[in-house]
């Protein structure tokens, strides 16, 4: 149990144009959802942390109008990346946590390798 | 703030021989969770180990093991019996208190670990 999914797994766009990513809880209804970025060959940089039917709490330095985060359900968050440049490129990642015991135990998602030319 | 440290960027070990990542973390907190998670190379993220600081005892699962230091704020994994799969990067991560809201994991910079035979 405790499947987390994204889609696309990877995506290549023309500068300029919005691209969705959806991250779904397959098997369970999520507390909350995580969007992380990561460069390669370095750690995950938390962007923002969304709670369903609320607004999304983004950290500092990252652009709330460029990366849309919508958190409809339970159990989808979806991060829109807009007039995306190709210093956006980069692998996006998301989780999704549930409540197990005394914590909040995070899942993660596949990953999604953005490309901008 | 909490900050969590991994000053080994890269790291190579034999099959069968037993590595140690070593972390260390700054935190004010009194209980917390600390995490060692594993990046293979398809980039999903695996929970490998958990550990709560409120619990003296060392976390264990199968290979993998830690050694908790609280007064040192030192958190390391071993593993034993090393194998071809174990390659991957290896982040650990940090989780204050609360822990049942959405609180986010503080992630290291990460280990590479090679294993070759």
């Known amino acids: 149990g405790a499947v987390v999914s994204q889609h696309p797994s990877r995506v290549i766009c023309k500068s300029g144009t919005s691209v969705k990513i959806e991250c779904r809880s397959l098997?369970?209804?999520?507390?909350?959802m995580f969007w992380y970025r990561q460069f390669p060959k370095q750690s995950l940089m938390l962007m923002a942390t969304s709670n369903e039917g609320s607004k999304a709490t983004y950290e500092q330095g990252v652009e709330k109008d460029k990366f849309l985060i919508n958190h409809a359900s339970l159990t989808l968050s979806t991060l829109t990346v807009t007039s995306a440049h190709p210093e956006d490129s980069s692998f996006y990642i998301c989780s999704a946590s549930r409540l197990a015991g005394r914590y909040n135990e995070q899942f993660f998602g596949p990953g999604t390798r953005l490309t901008v030319l | 703030a909490q900050t969590v440290t991994q000053s080994q960027p890269e790291m190579s070990v034999q099959e069968a021989e037993t590595v140690t990542l070593s972390c260390t973390y700054d935190t004010s907190e009194s209980n917390y969770y600390l995490f060692w998670y594993k990046q293979p190379p398809s980039r999903q993220m695996i929970l490998v180990i958990r550990q709560e600081a409120y619990k003296q005892q060392n976390a264990t699962e199968n290979r993998f093991s830690v050694n908790f230091q609280k007064a040192a704020k030192s958190f390391s994994l071993k593993i034993s019996d090393s194998q071809l799969g174990d390659t991957a990067m290896y982040f650990c991560?940090?989780?204050?208190?609360?822990?049942?809201?959405?609180?986010?994991?503080?992630f290291g910079k990460g280990t590479t670990l090679s294993v070759s035979s």
């Open positions: 991560a940090f989780m204050k208190p609360p822990f049942q809201a959405g609180t986010a994991l503080i």
């Open positions: 098997d369970f209804q999520a507390t909350t």
